[in-house]
């Protein structure tokens, strides 16, 4: 039996993988459930799994769900960011599926790591701002790091014997394809994609996800994100990682080896998939997800990403050049950019206008500690802000 904890419950990887433990009581308890504020959801799962511990990292919303729960019930309600930090490093916690979107995920999974977890990792934009002090971390806290986002896990299943942070082409990898969706806007004309709005792009043809993991695989920033973390998960230079559209959504990604192999995973569009695999690993568990049925796929299409009318996708490549601290600065003006776009303040096709200005306005430095990299995150937040100010 181990004990997980779930960051990020309320969310979609939140509930994929609760679907995922209920299928499998016998195996997992949940020690620690964590979200930021949706109280109503996180009563509903302390109502079902009672873990012993929930965190609110705002207090007032932790304050409300001590108060829904009422006094009898077992869960013990915590407030914070120290306090989620706290309970993934207790001996409880065998397991933490980092789940949390955006730089707020930072520190929660750096914690997970130094103390020596199974981390099934969710929160790609830990490794895009912090790379380097992550994997330091994963290395000398003796933790076992399992990507869980659906094209770096198949790629990781496609390396049998390989541990994340060892140089892959020691493996006899020559390429990472890394498949997109093609997002909503894949066919849109360029001006269309301009004048587009928060619904259009948080449309997702294949994916249910959050709104802003949905804007980013509109852009294709999200696929620039994952080329960043593949780079450090699987010991590769920006060279050795292609993109590669396939609007089926089936093939999760590929790994090309020096013999000319190429290996893919197939599977439905379902992250209980990529979940369930990392929580068994090495072994195998059913998932929940529905089998994939290769007669009713019938076609696989591929082709290169148009990269005029995606350009998010240069400036992640550039700041994965760039190293230090460029992938924290892409990271914060991104996610500034395409907030101000969900609340109507930006244009969609000022998104990348905003990051761009970004990289161009703060030099990227050396990345040695975690302070560094918050003070280019935050620095990096205050150009973008008046970027999006200045587009108003």
């Known amino acids: 039996m181990r004990g ?28 620690v459930v964590a979200a930021r504020r949706n109280v109503a959801r996180m009563q509903e799962i302390c109502q079902q799994f009672a873990p012993p511990v929930a965190v609110l990292t705002e207090p007032a ?17 915590l407030a914070g960011r120290e306090a989620l930090e706290h309970v993934v490093r207790t001996p409880a916690v065998d397991v933490v599926v980092a789940g949390i979107v955006g730089a707020a995920g930072l520190e929660s999974s750096l914690a997970a790591a130094r103390a ?8 790609k934009e830990a490794l895009v701002m912090a790379g380097g002090l992550f994997m330091d971390a994963v290395r000398r806290g003796g933790a076992m790091l399992l990507p869980i986002d659906s094209e770096t896990n198949a790629m990781f299943q496609c390396l049998p014997g390989y541990r994340c942070g060892e140089p892959a082409a020691e493996h006899g990898v020559r390429r990472l394809l890394l498949t997109a969706s093609g997002g909503p806007f894949l066919r849109t004309p360029a001006a269309d994609m301009a004048r587009a709005t928060p619904e259009q792009a948080c449309a997702h043809p294949r994916w249910v996800m959050g709104r802003k993991i949905s804007v980013d695989s509109a852009t294709l920033m999200n696929k620039g ?46 992250m209980r998939v990529p979940i369930a695999h990392a929580l068994a690993w090495p072994q195998r568990q059913a998932s929940g997800a529905s089998t994939l049925n290769l007669f009713d796929v019938a076609q696989l299409d591929f082709e290169p990403p148009d990269r005029a009318r995606f350009p998010c996708l240069d400036l992640a490549y550039q700041a994965l050049r760039a190293g230090g601290t460029a992938g924290a600065i892409l990271n914060a003006a991104n996610e500034v950019a395409v907030q101000a776009f969900l609340e109507g303040r930006l244009a969609f096709g000022d998104i990348t206008g905003v990051i761009g200005a970004t ?30 100010q200045f587009r108003c």
């Open 4 to 31: 997980v904890a779930l960051l990020g419950a309320t969310g979609s990887i939140g509930d994929s993988t609760l679907s995922v433990l209920a299928l499998h009581p016998d195996h997992y308890r949940l020690e």
């Open 61 to 77: 919303a932790a304050a409300d769900l001590r108060a829904a729960l009422g006094g009898a019930h077992p869960t013990r309600v």
């Open 116 to 123: 020596g977890k199974t981390l099934l990792l969710a929160n």
């Open 225 to 270: 994100l994952e080329v960043i973390e593949s780079a450090w998960l699987f010991g590769l230079p920006d060279s050795a990682i292609e993109v590669v559209v396939h609007p089926q959504s089936v093939v999760h990604s590929l790994v090309e080896y020096c013999d000319g192999s190429l290996l893919a995973q197939l599977a439905s569009p379902d």
């Open 359 to 388: 990289l161009d306005r703060l030099p990227a430095m050396p990345a040695g500690t975690l302070e560094t990299v918050l003070a280019a995150d935050d620095a990096a937040r205050r150009i973008a802000t008046s970027q999006v």
